[in-house]
C-alpha cells in the first residue's frame, strides 16, 4: 500500500478530515439544534434510590401545573414491550440466561438509581422540571445489592422477582477444555495468579444523548431523532420488540453526532419514549439529556472482578490458563451486554500467545446498579488487561524479562487456531515488538531512570501486546452464537450524470471520519478526486439497511460493501465505455478517470460514459438498461484481527504516590492503512481513555446502590496535561485476507493496549525503588499508589 506522501489523494494518503470545516465553525448539525414547530419538552422523574417498590404515584397536582401537555407513568407502557437485549447467551448447562423484561418507564418497582418513574411532557422544559418535582411518589425502600459476589449468595435479595436468582448466566468456555486445563495446572512447573478488578467507567461522549419523536398523522409515519451509533438497529429494535411500529412507518435519523464510544449503539428507553409520546400528545416531543442525567442513564463500561491463572512449564512455555470473572450486568440488560464479557471477551484470551489450553468461567450478575454494556474496546481490554497483567507478574516471580517471556509464547505460524474457538489470519507480534522497542528509545531507559532517581522519583517502563477481533462477523456465526441480528453492511454508489458519486452508507460516523477516509477509497478504484464523492449515512430512509459503527468494524465490513459496489459501479460503465468506443468491455481499462482499449489510443473520460448512462443515445437499451447505480452487502467470513505492542514510562512521587507518563510509545498492525493521520488521531483519542481508566476513571456506589461518582466534580477525567506526546507508529502491516481492502480496524486499539502498559509501568517503578508490590487495582490514584507504597 501506498505511505504517507507517496501520493497526494486515494489509499495511503493523509487527507485532510473535510468534516472538520464544518465542527470547527460551529456549523455541525446535532439532534439538539433540531427544533421542530410545536415541540413539547419532557422531563423524567427518576428514582433516588436504587432499590424499592412504588406503593402510589400521585400525578395529579403535577397534571393542573402551568404548560404541562400530558404526564406519563409506567401505567401507559404496560401494552408495549420490553426494551431488548439483542444477544442471547446460553449458559455452560445449555440454559438460555435469565432475561427480565426492562420496561420503559418503572412498573411496580425501582431498580436503580436513576431509573425513569414517570415522564412529563410540558410547553417548556422549565415547566416540564417543575411539574416533576410536584409528583407525589411513595416507595418502599429495599435492600439494593452492589457487590457482585454478594449479589450471589444464599438468601441475596433478589433485583428480579421473577428471576431465579441474580445470576444471569454462568457461561463456560471452552467447557471441553476444562478438565486438560485443570490438569495442567496441577503438573505445572509455576503458577502464578492474579486477583484483579477492571473498574466500572462511565463513557462521557461530548455530546450527551438526545432524543426528539415526531409523528405525522397524514401518513401514520413515526420519526426519531437521536444520537445513535446504528440508526437502523434502533429502527429494528424499536419498531418490531418494543412500541410495534412497522419498520416502513418508523425513520430513525441519526444526524451529526458528538462521540460515542459504545454507550450510543443501544436502544435506551427515552428514544422509545419520545417516539411514543410524539403520537399520544400528537406533536413533537424532545430530551435532551443532562451531564448529571448521564451518569445515571447512559451504559456504563467494564465492571468485572477476576481471578486468573497462567501456568508454565520449566522452560517457561505457557501451557495453560484460567479465569474466573464476575461481571456486572446491573439492573437490566442492556442491548449487548450479554456478549461482552463472553464472545467479545473469552475469545480473545489467547492474546497474541501460543498458550494450548485456555478455560473461561464467567458469571453474570445483576445488580441494583445502572446496566453495564459495551464500551470502547467491548470485552477486548478487559482480556488484554487480564493476560498482560498476569505475564508481568509471572515474568517478575520467575525472574525473566517480560519481553522475553512475551517472544518466547508468540504466535509465529499463520493462519493460527486458537483454543478459543478463533483463527488469526495474519500477524507478525515480533515486528511491532521490535518497532516498540526502538520508537520507545528503550535503550535509553535507565539513563532516564537515573535520572529520575536523581530527582527524587522513581521511574518505570511498561509492556505488553494486545490483540482485538474486529469486525464482529460472520453473520451465520454470530448467529449460532446467540447474535439476534445479523452483522453485515451495506453499500450503495449512485453516479450522477455529471459523474459526481454519493455513497450511502450503514456505517454512522460520529469522529471516526467516515466523510474523509471512503471518499479515499472509491477515488483511487475510480481515478477521480476525492472531492467529487459525498458519504451519505445516519438516515434510515436514505440508506441501505446497515449495522452501524462499533467494534472497529466500519472499512472492514462497511468499506468491503462500498468496495464490492463500486466494483460493479466499474463493470457496468466498462460495458457502456466499450460501446462508446467500439471495442469489447474485456479489453477497457479504467486508469486516471479515464476508460481506455488495450493496445490501442482510444480512450473516453469518466465523465462522459457517466452522461452516457443517463442519456443513452449511443448504446443499445436492450443490452444495457440505463442509469448507473448499484448496492452491496458484504458478511464477512472472519473477524479481522489488529494487534499491536505498547510501552509506557511513569514517574512516581513515592512521598505522594502522584504517577506522571513521561513517554508512551504504540507500535501497531492495523493492516493496509487508508489514511494514516485518521488512524493516528484514533490510536491518540485510545490511549487517552485507556490512561484515564488506568489513572483517573472509576464508577463508584456505596452499599445503598447510590451513585458516589454522578459528576465531574467526583469522577476524574484525562486532562490534557495528564497526557504525554505519543510515538505512534502503523508500519507493521500484515494486510487482512479475506476482506477487499486489507483492512483490520483501528478505532478501539489504543483502549485496548494502553492500560496494561500503564499499570505494568507503575508496578516497576514501585519495584525499582525498593517496594515489593504485586498489584494495584485500576485506577490507580495517588491515595492507592501511596498506600501500596507504604503497605509494601
Not at 478488578?197 to 413515526?222: C, F, K, T, W
Not at 468491455?585 to 462522459?608: I, R
Not at 483519542?685 to 464508577?699: F, H, N, Y
Request: glycine share 10%.
Amino acid at each position: 500500500m501506498p505511505k504517507d506522501g507517496d501520493i497526494k489523494s486515494g489509499i495511503g494518503a493523509s487527507s485532510k478530515r473535510r468534516e472538520d470545516i464544518r465542527f470547527l465553525t460551529g456549523a455541525g448539525n446535532y439532534t439538539d439544534d433540531m427544533n421542530m414547530r410545536g415541540q413539547a419538552h419532557v422531563f423524567f422523574l427518576r428514582s433516588d434510590i436504587a432499590h424499592g417498590t412504588i406503593n402510589s404515584l400521585d400525578t395529579s397536582a403535577a397534571a393542573s401545573m402551568p404548560g404541562v401537555v400530558q404526564i406519563f407513568t409506567g401505567a401507559d407502557f404496560e401494552a408495549v414491550g420490553s426494551i431488548p437485549c439483542g444477544w442471547e447467551v446460553t449458559d455452560k448447562h445449555g440454559a438460555p440466561m435469565q432475561e427480565p423484561r426492562h420496561p420503559v418507564l418503572a412498573e411496580g418497582k425501582v431498580r436503580h438509581v436513576g431509573e425513569p418513574i414517570a415522564a412529563v411532557v410540558a410547553e417548556s422544559l422549565a415547566e416540564a422540571r417543575d411539574a416533576a418535582e410536584a409528583i407525589v411518589v411513595d416507595i418502599s425502600e429495599l435492600p439494593a445489592v452492589v457487590n457482585m459476589k454478594d449479589a450471589l449468595k444464599d438468601g441475596a435479595t433478589k433485583v428480579h422477582d421473577d428471576l431465579t436468582s441474580n445470576l444471569c448466566y454462568d457461561w463456560g468456555f471452552v467447557e471441553e477444555n476444562k478438565a486438560a486445563t485443570d490438569a495442567a495446572f496441577e503438573t505445572a512447573h509455576h503458577v502464578t495468579t492474579l486477583d484483579l478488578v477492571n473498574n466500572r467507567l462511565v463513557a462521557n461522549p461530548m455530546e450527551p444523548r438526545v432524543a426528539l419523536g415526531d409523528y405525522s398523522r397524514a401518513d401514520d409515519q413515526h420519526t426519531l431523532y437521536t444520537t445513535s451509533q446504528n440508526p437502523h438497529v434502533i429502527r429494528l429494535l424499536m419498531g418490531a420488540f418494543v412500541l410495534g411500529i412497522p419498520e416502513h412507518k418508523l425513520r430513525v435519523v441519526a444526524p451529526d453526532v458528538g462521540g460515542g464510544f459504545g454507550t450510543k449503539i443501544f436502544h435506551y428507553q427515552e428514544e422509545a419514549f419520545c417516539t411514543f409520546a410524539a403520537k399520544a400528545c400528537n406533536r413533537p416531543v424532545k430530551w435532551t439529556s443532562s451531564r448529571s442525567e448521564a451518569f445515571m442513564s447512559d451504559a456504563h463500561g467494564r465492571d468485572h472482578v477476576t481471578t486468573i491463572q497462567l501456568a508454565l512449564d520449566k522452560d517457561n512455555n505457557f501451557v495453560a490458563l484460567r479465569t474466573d470473572t464476575h461481571a456486572n450486568m446491573g439492573a437490566y440488560l442492556s442491548t449487548f451486554a450479554s456478549s461482552v464479557p463472553t464472545w467479545l471477551h473469552g475469545t480473545l484470551m489467547a492474546g497474541n500467545y501460543k498458550t494450548p489450553l485456555i478455560y473461561v468461567n464467567v458469571k453474570a450478575v445483576f445488580t441494583n446498579t445502572v446496566p453495564v454494556d459495551a464500551y470502547r474496546g467491548a470485552g477486548r481490554p478487559e482480556a488484554t488487561y487480564q493476560i498482560e497483567r498476569v505475564i508481568d507478574m509471572a515474568a517478575r516471580e520467575l525472574g525473566v524479562d517480560p519481553i522475553d517471556l512475551r517472544r518466547q509464547n508468540y504466535v509465529t505460524e499463520f493462519p493460527y487456531a486458537t483454543p478459543v474457538a478463533v483463527e488469526y489470519d495474519t500477524g507478525d507480534y515480533h515486528a511491532t515488538m521490535d518497532k516498540l522497542i526502538e520508537i520507545g528509545d528503550f535503550a535509553g531507559f535507565d539513563a532516564r531512570r537515573k535520572a529520575s532517581e536523581a530527582k527524587g522519583k522513581w521511574r518505570g517502563l511498561g509492556i505488553n501486546n494486545y490483540i482485538e477481533a474486529c469486525g464482529i462477523a460472520p453473520s451465520n456465526l454470530v448467529g449460532q452464537l446467540g447474535a439476534r441480528a445479523g452483522l453485515y453492511d451495506a453499500a450503495t454508489v449512485r453516479v450522477n450524470a455529471t459523474g459526481s458519486i454519493s455513497v450511502m452508507v450503514g456505517a454512522h460516523s460520529h469522529g471516526q471520519g467516515h466523510e474523509t477516509s471512503f471518499p479515499q477509497v472509491v477515488a483511487e478504484m475510480i481515478g477521480i478526486p476525492e472531492d467529487q464523492i459525498d458519504i451519505v449515512h445516519g438516515d434510515t430512509s436514505k440508506i441501505p439497511f446497515g449495522m452501524g459503527t462499533y467494534g472497529s468494524r466500519s472499512l472492514a465490513v462497511c468499506g468491503s460493501a462500498m468496495v464490492r459496489a463500486t466494483e460493479k459501479i466499474i463493470a457496468k460503465s466498462k460495458k457502456i465505455a466499450a460501446h462508446l468506443m467500439e471495442a469489447s468491455d474485456m479489453d477497457v481499462e479504467l486508469k486516471d478517470g479515464v476508460f481506455s482499449v488495450a493496445g490501442t489510443d482510444k480512450s473516453v473520460a469518466w465523465g462522459d460514459v457517466t452522461l452516457a448512462a443517463y442519456v443513452p443515445h449511443n448504446y443499445p437499451l436492450e443490452e444495457i438498461e440505463p442509469g448507473l447505480e448499484e448496492t452491496a452487502f458484504y458478511d464477512p467470513s472472519n473477524f479481522t484481527y489488529p494487534a499491536g505492542a505498547y510501552a509506557c514510562e511513569v514517574e512516581v512521587d513515592p512521598d505522594t504516590g502522584k504517577v506522571t507518563i513521561e513517554r508512551f510509545s504504540a507500535a501497531d498492525d492495523f493492516g493496509n492503512v487508508i489514511n494514516p493521520m485518521i488512524v493516528s488521531g484514533q490510536v491518540h483519542g485510545g490511549i487517552a481513555q485507556g490512561v484515564g481508566q488506568a489513572l483517573l476513571e472509576g464508577c463508584s456506589y456505596d452499599d445503598n446502590g447510590q451513585l458516589l461518582t454522578g459528576s465531574y466534580m467526583d469522577y476524574a477525567m484525562p486532562r490534557a496535561d495528564d497526557l504525554p506526546f505519543y510515538a505512534v507508529d502503523h508500519s507493521c502491516q500484515t494486510p487482512c485476507t479475506h476482506n477487499p481492502l486489507g483492512v483490520k480496524g483501528c478505532g478501539e486499539a489504543g483502549a485496548i493496549g494502553s492500560p496494561p502498559s500503564v499499570v505494568n509501568a507503575v508496578i516497576d517503578a514501585l519495584n525499582s525503588g525498593g517496594k515489593k508490590v504485586a498489584h494495584i487495582d485500576m485506577p490507580l490514584s495517588p491515595d492507592r499508589v501511596w498506600n501500596a507504597i507504604n503497605n509494601a
